[in-house]
T-cell receptor, first 111, second 112 residues
Framework: DQQVKQNSPSLSVQEGRISILNCDYTNSMFDYFLWYKKYPAEGPTFLISISSIKDKNEDGRFTVFLNKSAKHLSLHIVPSQPGDSAVYFCAATGSARQLTFGSGTQLTVLP | KAGVTQTPRYLIKTRGQQVTLSCSPISGHRSVSWYQQTPGQGLQFLFEYFSETQRNKGNFPGRFSGRQFSNSRSEMNVSTLELGDSALYLC???????????FGPGTRLLVL
């Protein structure tokens, strides 16, 4: 039972354009959501997070949007850069405190 | 501030052996969590330690165990290794439970 789903295994965008990565969840007890970026042979790097009391959080080129009624969140990267090419994981947590991860989306930013 | 460190980075073992992996959290972080990453199952939670106590455990067999020391450093142990235990084992630390987790580079375990 996948509680956090990233339905797009891959995404390609042109440098300078917007990258939109999507994530859906099923567990209504999740109240804190995070995005991590991962390069091969490295651990995930924390990017940005959002609490369920908010619907938007921005940090530089990264913005996360949360739609609680749809149980959907998205990560926007503007403008996209070639160095952003990596696997992006969505993660969620609730009172249990452990992170539940999605399966990841491979983002490729084309020069 | 130094990040999360994990040792060793790479390990090759044979079936039936046991292995111990080590994790040093970011200075000041008292919570340590362990995750397993495999191509088939993705990133899965193993267990979480805070103040030397296991606070939460994922759905893994009893062959997987861990502990945390008074300096917050943590070890995980896998006994009677199976081929399916081949994975990247990731450690993450946070200031406390429910705080943002920061990951180490992982230990790549190959079981032959």
């Amino acid at each position: 039972d996948q509680q956090v789903k990233q339905n797009s295994p891959s995404l390609s965008v042109q440098e300078g354009r917007i990258s939109i990565l999507n994530c859906d969840y099923t567990n209504s007890m999740f109240d804190y959501f995070l995005w991590y970026k991962k390069y091969p042979a490295e651990g995930p790097t924390f990017l940005i997070s959002i609490s369920s009391i908010k619907d938007k959080n921005e940090d530089g080129r990264f913005t996360v949007f949360l739609n609680k009624s749809a149980k959907h969140l998205s990560l926007h990267i503007v403008p996209s850069q070639p160095g952003d090419s990596a696997v992006y994981f969505c993660a969620a947590t609730g009172s249990a405190r452990q992170l539940t991860f999605g399966s990841g989306t491979q983002l490729t930013v084309l020069p | 501030k130094a990040g999360v460190t994990q040792t060793p980075r790479y390990l090759i073992k044979t079936r039936g052996q046991q292995v111990t992996l080590s994790c040093s959290p970011i200075s000041g972080h008292r919570s340590v969590s362990w995750y397993q990453q495999t191509p088939g199952q993705g990133l899965q939670f193993l267990f979480e330690y805070f103040s030397e106590t296991q606070r939460n455990k994922g759905n893994f067999p009893g062959r997987f165990s861990g502990r945390q020391f008074s300096n917050s450093r943590s070890e995980m142990n896998v006994s009677t290794l199976e081929l399916g235990d081949s994975a990247l084992y990731l450690c993450a630390s946070s200031l406390g439970p429910r705080e943002t987790q920061y990951f180490g580079p992982g230990t790549r375990l190959l079981v032959l």
